[in-house]
């Protein structure tokens, strides 16, 4: 089919081969033998007058003109997907959706976790991808490659529909041997004493502890940087170590490990933790039934305080 001009058709291998990266697997993903696939990208630089990929190894790389036409062809081809393709019912009980969710390992465990064992037993053949926080969240929503962010609500963009879920705040955590927590922990001891802390993604981007610190012109001693909350508390065993961590996270790993947990001896170090979709899949049925079932696990938890009691910090 043309539209001014345009084989819509070409579209469709555009995107691939920007997905791809490579013309054979490009061709394979759409059902398109070789041959077919170098005929579309010639097609494709005679109507953009570029020459939209270039060689580089074994990798295509998108030209400058590719670039800029790669987002707004994706996200065309996702409405088409979604508004128009996709049916009008969604029966959770047979669908084979697979769902991209981009969060950190501390939300798989406190949240995701009971989402996807109810699923299982409702959805029994829809299943998930979950990716670690990435370096442009935003640029995969805009260009539907992922179904969901889950990050604290102040990090996400205003651009895209997003929902509270729960709150949470961070406690001071150690190895219950850790003499420097045998005393009420002041600020200048928490500034000083060697900390462990979550860093994520290529470029080690803090947490939103480290964060939150810095914006108010505070700054810890990082003495080991790990990737991700999960790999904390071994890091505190033994040792005189502190870390920070969200309350939920280590009620987790209390019911396994012995730890120490203090009140931090600042009040700045709370946090809502909030789901976002991409725009194109807000009146999708799937992505809506998901989302429901996100604010039915959350209104199930309880609050932060209730948390901190059953800690019972000294």
Excluded at 109 to 134: K, Q, Y
Excluded at 176 to 196: C, D, W
Excluded at 262 to 280: H, K
Aim: aromatic fraction near 8%; glycine fraction near 4%; include cysteine.
């Amino acid at each position: 089919m043309r539209f001014k001009g345009l084989d819509l058709n070409l579209l469709v291998a555009f995107d691939a081969l920007v997905m791809q990266g490579n013309l054979t697997t490009a061709a394979r993903s759409i059902n398109l033998s070789q041959p077919a696939m170098s005929a579309a990208v010639a097609r494709l630089r005679t109507y953009f007058r570029d020459e939209l990929f270039t060689m580089k190894g074994r990798k295509l790389v998108p030209t400058p003109r590719a670039e800029a036409l790669a987002a707004p062809i994706r996200e065309a081809l996702a409405h088409i997907q979604h508004s128009i393709i996709s049916p009008d019912g969604f029966d959770p009980s047979q669908s084979n959706r697979r769902f991209r969710i981009i969060l950190s390992d501390f939300m798989t465990v406190v949240f995701l976790r009971g989402v996807v064992d109810r699923v299982a037993r409702e959805a029994p053949t829809i299943s998930f991808e979950l990716l670690p926080p990435a370096e442009e969240p935003d640029e995969l929503l805009r260009r539907g490659e992922v179904d969901f962010l889950m990050y604290p609500q102040m990090f996400m963009s205003s651009a895209y529909p997003k929902a509270a879920l729960f709150d949470d705040t961070f406690v001071c955590v150690g190895c219950p041997m850790n003499k420097q927590l045998a005393s009420r922990l002041t600020f200048e001891n928490y500034i000083s004493i060697g900390h462990v802390e979550a860093q994520f993604g290529r470029s080690l981007r803090p947490s939103f502890h480290e964060w939150l610190l810095l914006e108010h012109g505070f700054k810890i001693r990082t003495e080991v940087a790990v990737q991700g909350f999960g790999m904390i508390p071994p890091m505190l065993l033994g040792t005189n170590r502190i870390a920070s961590m969200p309350s939920r996270l280590v009620s987790h790993f209390a019911q396994t490990m012995p730890l120490r947990v203090v009140e931090p001896p600042l009040r700045l170090l709370t946090f809502t933790e909030a789901v976002q979709w991409p725009a194109i899949h807000n009146t999708d049925p799937a992505s809506m039934w998901l989302r429901n079932l996100f604010l039915q696990q959350a209104s199930t938890m309880v609050s932060p305080s209730e948390i901190s009691q059953c800690h019972g910090q000294s």
